[in-house]
Each structure stands twice: as structure tokens, then as C-alpha cells.
């Protein structure tokens, strides 16, 4: 279904994530006719170019990185939407022209996709040269803040200039067709949301692991680390979605509203719960001290915890985070781990093993669950575990490529004026809040973190996390 006749702005249109992510994810749902012909989306940043040079830098970027070709008329069709207006957001140029470009009756958004220092000078110009009103919509991206203040402070910022029902908030991990999956196969069942509490899940492992190291961006990733670069933002959404009571109703702010009652429901992390690592040198492969130009840094590439819900449904069922870089494979992935029969009724034929439902993101996105089943054969009464695979993919018929990518999902929603799937500014503000306390905790401790090898599965302490408890994590791979 097309959306509404819309002009968007792209702040930052000549950097990265335009390259990467918006104009690519653009195209393609131009190509699949999500996108009315008379759209406008018009970049904007400090280089100086007029709307030819950017559609030729547009078309480069889709062609890369949306696979097409050069002379596909559809990319022709496209550009004719593109426009370029250069303005640097700390000055006053360039506004007025932008204003002529915005349409009287199309939905206005407004992408802020260049870094959060500039995203008040961007918000005070668009309200001060009368650009966006109450009715047009920001866009804005990670990091959102680098603790409680700093969050406090950028929502503050906004909010002089737009209400919470125009800001959008990206965290692209919510963008994922499983995640939203997540919400129907928990709301739209009664198979799972019976069991979906501490009665019978024994724990939940959410794991992101990268095979990449931080190369390249390195002195930056060192300012920030594993938890503040995917904890505090997208492992904890998972978590969320995961862990909240079922909203009242598919609606923005009931969703929303569930999921920050989980956040302020998060116990404090216990030094003794958390394990962080660092990847060592291998080969002529740097090391993170290395990649990060800092020998002395304690900043995390790794990071493992156990968090405690403190609420009625998830007490006694702890969840188990880790995320970080050069990694064994590259793999997102939750597992919820149900608990054993209580009683078994087979003889000889060894423990049942538990139930697990393994939700995966990447790649090749879909769902598992393992149910233990009698082996065939004359064999006698032996259980084996079977997994019942569901790639969706391959269950939707749907070629893994065709699945649309996050970005544009969530560019559609914008459009749509759907904050389901954006996080609200309290819900940033709570988790800033769980977030601080440990990283606090951590710069005051003496401790170095431990050390781990590339294609590993992580450092050996995180091993320890979960033997402790009699547990053991998933295999990476
Ligand atoms: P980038 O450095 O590649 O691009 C920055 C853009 O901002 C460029 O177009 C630049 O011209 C523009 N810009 C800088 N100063 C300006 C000014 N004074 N006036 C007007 N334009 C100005 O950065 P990026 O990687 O594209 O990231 C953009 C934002 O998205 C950042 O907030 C980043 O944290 C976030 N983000 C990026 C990625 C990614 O994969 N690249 C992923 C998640 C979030």
C-alpha cells in the first residue's frame, strides 16, 4: 500500500548511513510502489552541489549497495524524485531555499542523520525559518545520548522545538521482520504466552555477536564500548519485547508504555554479573588497544551480563546478555530456555532435554523450536530433539533479499506516522538510567578487562557467568 505523497529531508545526505541505508532502502521501496511519484526527498548537507551532482552520487550509492543496475529505468525514474539543497546547519544559508522546496499538503520529515551535536541546531533552524510545524516529523538517529544527563539534555533539546508524536527515535534493530515477528508469535498465539514466565522459562540468552573488530572507527568506538554502542539501545529493546506484559492494543503508546515498565523493572547489574573483554592481537591482526590507538583504554569490545527482572512474571529467570566484536561468526539471535518436564516417565533412554525457542535475526532470520520427539526406528522408546525450523524466508516464500531491510521499514512508518516502532524519549531516558550505575561502577574499579581471542566465542570468564549457574551458553556460529 503506498504511503502518503510525502517530502523528506535528508540532513547528512552525503555521509555514510544516506550512502548505506536511506537512499538504497528509498529505491527499493520506490521499486516496490510504496512510494507516490510526485514524492520529494531532498538531501542536504555542506557540500556544495547542485540536484544533478547528488543524483549522480545517489545513483552510485544505490547501485552499490542496493545491488541494481546503472541503466535500470527504475533508478532514472527515482532520482527524478531527488533534489539537493547545500546548507550548513550551524549557519543560516540555505534555509530559505529548502522552505521552497516543501510542499503545502505532503507529509514534511525531516532525517537527522548526521551527528546528535548538531541536532539542536537543526531542530531551532527548521522551527525558527518556519519549515516544519506541528505537523511534520523528525527523524533522529544513534547515539542518542551517552548517559542519563546528555539524553536528558537532547530530549530537552527537541522538545522546544517538537512534541514527542513528531520525534522518531531509530533503533533499526526494531526495524527487523523477526522482532516485530516476536510481538505475533508472543500476541497472536495462545501456544507460547501460557509458558512465558518464570514458571517455565528457565532463562534467556540474547546474543549479538560481530566477526568485525572496530578497525577504522576505532578512537570513536573507544569513547563508547559494548554497552553503550548495543546494550543500553538495541539489546535492551530485545529484551523488552521479550520480557513486557502484552500491550492492551497494537498502539504506539501502549507498547511503548509496556516496555518502559520492564526497563524501570531491570535490577541493578552486580559487579559479580558482568564480565567485559577486550580482543587481543592475532597474527599481524591488530588487537582492540591497537584498532583503538589507545594502550592504556579499559573500554569494552566485549561485554557479558546477567540481568534480573524484578517483577512478578520474570522473578527467578535470569536473561543473559553478551554482544562484541571479532567473534566466532556474525549472528543475533534470543533463545528462550524452557524448563524441564518436572517428572520424567522414560527409563533408560537419558534426560529429556529442555525445550528452546531460538528467535534469529541474522542471518537468514526465522525461528526455531526444539521439542524432544522419539527417535525412530525398532530402537526402543529413546528421545531425541528435533528442531521445528521456520525460516521465514522460506516460509513466505519470500527470496531473503526481497525481505525488506530495517531502514526502510521504519522510513515507511515515518511516513505513516507509526511510533510503534521508535523509542519513546522516556524509555531512552530509563535505560540510560539502569545503564549509568555500571558504567559508573566500572570506571571506578581498578579492574582491566579480559582479554579474548579473535574467532573466539568471547572471553573465558564469560564461560564462568553461566557455569556458575549451571547453565552454559549457546554456540556461536
Ligand atoms: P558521516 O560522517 O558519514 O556523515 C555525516 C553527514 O553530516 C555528512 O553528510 C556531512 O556533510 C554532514 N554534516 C556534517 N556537519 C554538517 C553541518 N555543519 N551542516 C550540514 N551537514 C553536516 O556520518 P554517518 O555515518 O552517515 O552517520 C550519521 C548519523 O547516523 C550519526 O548520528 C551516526 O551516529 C548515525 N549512525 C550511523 C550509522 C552508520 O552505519 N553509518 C549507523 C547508526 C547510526
Given at each position: ?29 520506490f ?14 548537507a ?42 550548513d ?17 505532503a ?26 510545524d ?11 545520548g ?9 530530549n ?17 534493530y ?9 510481538m ?21 540468552q ?19 564500548g ?61 588487537g582492540?588497544?591497537?584498532?583503538a590507538?589507545?594502550?592504556d ?32 561468526a556474525?549472528t ?26 531460538v ?5 537468514n532470520e ?12 525398532p ?77 573466539s ?21
Amino acid at each position: 500500500i503506498p504511503v502518503d505523497d510525502f517530502d523528506l529531508v535528508i540532513f547528512g545526505a552525503t555521509g555514510d548511513l544516506a550512502h548505506r541505508k536511506i537512499l538504497p532502502g528509498l529505491f527499493r521501496r520506490f521499486v516496490a510502489g510504496q512510494i507516490p511519484e510526485t514524492s520529494r526527498i531532498v538531501g542536504a548537507a555542506r557540500t556544495q552541489m547542485d540536484d544533478g551532482q547528488f543524483r549522480d552520487e545517489a545513483a552510485k550509492a544505490i547501485c552499490e549497495f542496493a545491488k541494481v543496475k546503472k541503466n535500470d529505468p527504475r533508478l532514472a525514474q527515482f532520482l527524478e524524485l531527488l533534489g539537493y539543497t547545500p546548507i550548513d546547519v550551524k549557519g543560516e544559508g540555505g534555509w530559505k531555499e529548502l522552505k521552497s522546496r516543501m510542499r503545502d499538503g505532503a507529509v514534511h520529515a525531516f532525517y537527522f542523520s548526521v551527528a546528535p551535536s548538531l541536532f539542536g541546531d537543526i531542530a531551532e533552524r527548521l522551527s525558527g525559518h518556519g519549515i516544519a510545524d506541528d505537523n511534520s516529523r523528525i527523524v533522529v538517529e544513534k547515539p542518542f545520548g551517552r548517559d542519563l544527563a546528555s539524553a536528558k539534555a537532547l530530549n530537552a533539546t527537541l522538545a522546544q522545538h517538537f512534541h514527542e508524536s513528531q520525534i522518531y527515535r531509530i533503533d533499526h534493530y526494531l526495524g527487523k521482520e523477526t522482532v516485530q515477528n516476536l510481538m505475533a508469535v508472543r500476541f497472536a498465539n495462545v501456544l507460547f504466552e501460557p509458558l512465558w514466565n518464570a514458571q517455565y522459562v528457565d532463562h534467556v540468552q540474547i546474543t549479538v555477536a560481530e566477526t568485525v573488530g572496530v578497525g577504522g572507527r576505532g578512537s570513536y568506538y573507544d569513547k563508547s564500548g559494548a554497552i553503550r554502542d548495543m546494550v543500553q539501545n538495541h539489546m535492551m529493546q530485545l529484551l523488552c519485547l521479550i520480557a513486557m506484559e502484552p500491550p492492551y492494543h497494537f498502539d504506539p503508546d501502549a507498547v511503548r508504555d509496556e516496555k518502559l515498565k520492564v526497563i524501570r523493572a531491570l535490577e541493578p547489574v552486580l559487579p559479580e554479573d558482568i564480565v567485559r573483554g577486550q580482543y587481543q592481537a592475532s597474527g599481524d591482526q591488530p588487537g582492540y588497544l591497537e584498532d583503538a590507538e589507545n594502550p592504556d583504554s579499559r573500554t569494552e569490545s566485549y561485554v557479558a551480563m546477567k540481568v534480573r527482572i524484578s517483577n512478578w512474571r520474570w522473578q527467578g529467570t535470569p536473561f543473559y546478555l553478551r554482544t562484541g566484536k571479532k567473534l566466532r561468526a556474525r549472528t543475533s539471535e534470543i533463545a528462550i530456555t524452557f524448563k524441564e518436564p518436572p517428572h520424567s516417565i522414560f527409563d533408560d533412554t537419558g534426560a529429556p532435554k529442555a525445550n528452546e525457542l531460538v528467535i534469529r535475526l541474522q542471518p537468514n532470520e526465522g525461528m526455531n523450536l526444539k521439542v524432544m520427539i522419539k527417535e525412530p526406528g525398532p530402537g526402543g522408546m529413546r528421545l531425541v530433539q528435533v528442531p521445528l525450523d521456520m525460516s521465514f524466508a522460506d516460509a513466505l516464500g519470500a527470496e531473503g533479499s526481497d525481505m525488506p531491510d530495517a531502514y526502510e521499514r521504519l522510513i515507511m512508518d515515518v511516513i505513516r506516522g507509526n511510533q510503534t516502532l521508535f523509542m519513546r524519549g522516556d524509555e531512552v531516558e530509563a535505560a540510560w538510567a539502569w545503564t549509568d550505575p555500571i558504567i559508573e561502577a566500572w570506571e571506578d574499579s581498578k579492574r582491566a578487562p579480559e582479554p579474548y581471542d579473535p574467532g573466539s566465542s568471547g572471553p573465558e570468564e564469560a564461560l564462568r557467568l553461566m557455569h556458575r549457574d549451571n547453565r552454559r551458553w549457546r554456540e556461536i556460529r
